[in-house]
């Protein structure tokens, strides 16, 4: 994977495609030198994908400018990678992760790997994590189960991104929401969510061990974190606000480097 | 890993001491999905220039949709996502939204693309701007590289960013969205603006963006092809503004003068990001019979009929397509 190299940074990202049946992933990897651990970012759904980018990309950077080495990928069929989103499934979206992780882990099997997922993300990360990947995992916002993402995100969409809207194409979450049961497809920020989407995110659920820490920790006799951003425990409020706003993140940042650093009792990797 | 597939290719413009990201999309031989070799030289290009999205795939990933559109119509297309944003280095700029409505990103953008130009052999681009991203495309539409211009929603006023609204005036628009009393008070707001205009001769809001206007008229009195796709909005049908709100579209037609060649288009059902089904349909449509119209392109004088990544992907053949040219489906100023 000899890409795309930057010439002028001290950390160069190669950004790639990663072949999977049927299509090509995007994929990012934010090379470190001499990497103390590797991480793969498994990130938000579709439209959210948009939102968190700027945050996500900045997260990238901040670790491997600490010497830990950081793949992101787009999800089949969503942003930059190829395949129709409409004919994706999230068995489609499990195996990307399986994928990545084996790949990004064979770089060197001696470096130890963190599967970092959010929102939807992180439901795809903790079952690739259950099935024993990775040495540990770190969770921003993880809904209990797929369809609480899908539904944030309708919540966001029939809300405050809606201002552009022309008023007959303004609808509410419970409209949109009663279609998709009745067996409709919806748009959603450009994506077309079919019912079969809706239905089967019923049944993708994060491991019940990893519904707490502590519990995940016994479980997986590995570190687990969880990080939610909102008032209670089941919210699903991002770090991130739009991408209009972008948010000083770095004491996030800073908390779950060190987090990451003292769980895997990693060297000081800051090499700027 | 691999640098590209068959129909694209990941790019790294490192020239002019910024490295800006970006994805190519190769045009296509017409029966093959095989990328074609023949066409690569002396092609008018498209450039995306990603103006407030996060990414150079937009919402809805709908620039994709558009570049792989293009480049199967054999126009090679170009993704990039300016620095500060999506992949490429750096961060915004503070005060992100003066700096672009100034036209800051201008200068990167005009150098980027001289970088295209030279590496793949094109006699031009065009350069497709979206909302804020019009800013950029208009100012760096001065060098000699450009040569038309798309521009969805452009906007001729000095935008705020929501964030930066007070939050007590988004509360009064949300109220005015949605209740009966709310828009009734709303419309009397309106009548006064527009009396208020009335009373002002038409002139110029304050908050124009003169330094883009005056661009606009260097640029569009030459003759450069220019197409302004327009959704509709709020109590703005067709072509016309908002009640009480000043008339840019006319305005900025004036502007362009008796050599002017600017076409406006309505795209009817289309959100302002044009991500949605109907918004992205007619927004190819549309581009496309432009594009043939003003840069005809190799393939389509030899009237190839490509069957391949449109059709899999469920959207209209070419020849479903012609009938949309010609049977002009879309309202014309």
């Not at chain 1, 919540?155 to 609808?171: C, D, T, V, Y």
């Not at chain 1, 995110?201 to 006799?221: G, I, Q, T």
């Not at chain 2, 126009?75 to 750096?90: A, I, T, V």
């Amino acid at each position: 994977m000899q890409i795309q190299s930057s010439t002028k940074t001290e950390l160069p990202e190669l950004a790639g495609y990663f072949t999977v049946p049927g299509a090509h992933l995007y994929t990012v990897l934010h090379q470190a030198a001499d990497p103390v651990a590797r991480v793969l970012l498994v990130g938000a759904f579709a439209s959210e994908r948009h939102f968190s980018y700027h945050a996500w990309v900045r997260w990238a950077r901040f670790l491997a400018a600490r010497r830990i080495e950081v793949l992101r990928y787009d999800y089949r069929g969503i942003g930059e990678s190829t395949g129709i989103f409409g004919e994706m499934s999230f068995e489609e979206w499990s195996e990307d992760v399986k994928l990545l992780a084996n790949w990004i882990a064979s770089r060197s099997p001696n470096v130890p790997l963190i599967l970092h997922g959010i929102e939807l993300g992180a439901i795809l990360a903790g079952k690739s994590f259950h099935e024993g990947m990775g040495d540990a995992l770190l969770l921003w916002s993880p809904p209990a189960n797929a369809n609480h993402a899908l539904r944030a995100t309708i919540m966001r969409w029939a809300g405050l991104e809606q201002i552009f809207e022309s008023p007959e194409n303004q609808k509410s979450a419970s409209e949109y929401i009663r279609q998709l049961e009745q067996g409709s497809s919806i748009e959603v920020q450009g994506y077309e969510w079919s019912s079969r989407l809706w239905r089967d995110s019923f049944h993708v659920d994060l491991p019940a061990n990893l519904r707490d820490e502590s519990s995940s920790r016994e479980a997986y006799k590995k570190p687990v974190k969880t990080v939610r951003f909102g008032k209670d425990s089941g919210s699903l409020a991002m770090p991130y606000v739009r991408y209009e706003d972008p948010k000083d993140l770095s004491a996030l940042y800073s908390d779950n480097c060190d987090w990451i650093t003292g769980a895997l009792a990693l060297p000081n990797g800051r090499t700027q | 890993m691999k640098e590209g597939t068959e129909t694209r290719e990941l790019l790294a413009l490192d020239g002019h001491g910024a490295i800006v990201r970006g994805t190519y999309h190769k045009t296509y031989n017409s029966c093959a999905d095989s990328p074609s070799n023949l066409i690569e030289r002396d092609r008018v290009g498209v450039v995306f220039l990603n103006g407030l999205a996060a990414t150079r795939a937009s919402n809805g990933d709908v620039t994709v949709y558009w570049a792989d559109s293009f480049a199967e119509r054999g126009y090679p297309s170009f993704r990039l996502d300016l620095p500060g944003f999506g992949d490429s280095e750096g961060d915004p700029p503070p005060e992100w939204l003066n700096f672009i409505n100034a036209g800051g990103y201008a200068s990167i953008a005009a150098a980027k693309i001289k970088e295209l130009v030279a590496r793949f052999n094109l006699s031009g681009v065009v350069i497709v701007g979206h909302c804020s991203g019009t800013v950029a495309a208009i100012h760096a539409a001065a060098n000699r590289e450009c040569l038309g211009l798309v521009l969805m929603d452009p906007s001729f006023h000095l935008s705020r960013s929501q964030t930066t609204r007070p939050k007590v005036r988004q509360k009064l628009n949300d109220w005015a969205l949605q209740s009966r009393f709310g828009g009734f008070l709303s419309r009397i707001f309106d009548f006064l603006k527009q009396i208020r205009l009335l009373l002002r001769a038409n002139a110029l809001p304050e908050n124009a963006n003169f330094s883009l206007l005056r661009q606009w008229k260097e640029v569009a009195s030459t003759g450069m092809p220019i197409l302004i796709l327009k959704a509709p909005r709020w109590r703005s049908p067709g072509t016309k503004p908002r009640v009480g709100e000043f008339d840019y579209l006319k305005h900025v037609l004036g502007l362009a003068g008796r050599k002017g060649r600017v076409v406006v288009k309505v795209m009817e059902g289309a959100n302002h990001s044009f991500a949605n089904r109907l918004g992205r349909v007619a927004v190819r449509q549309h581009t496309e019979c432009w594009l043939n119209d003003n840069f005809p392109s190799l393939k389509r004088e030899e009237g190839a009929v490509s069957t391949s990544l449109l059709e899999r992907n469920g959207n209209k053949t070419h020849n479903q397509f012609h009938e949309d040219c010609t049977t002009n489906i879309c309202h014309g100023v």
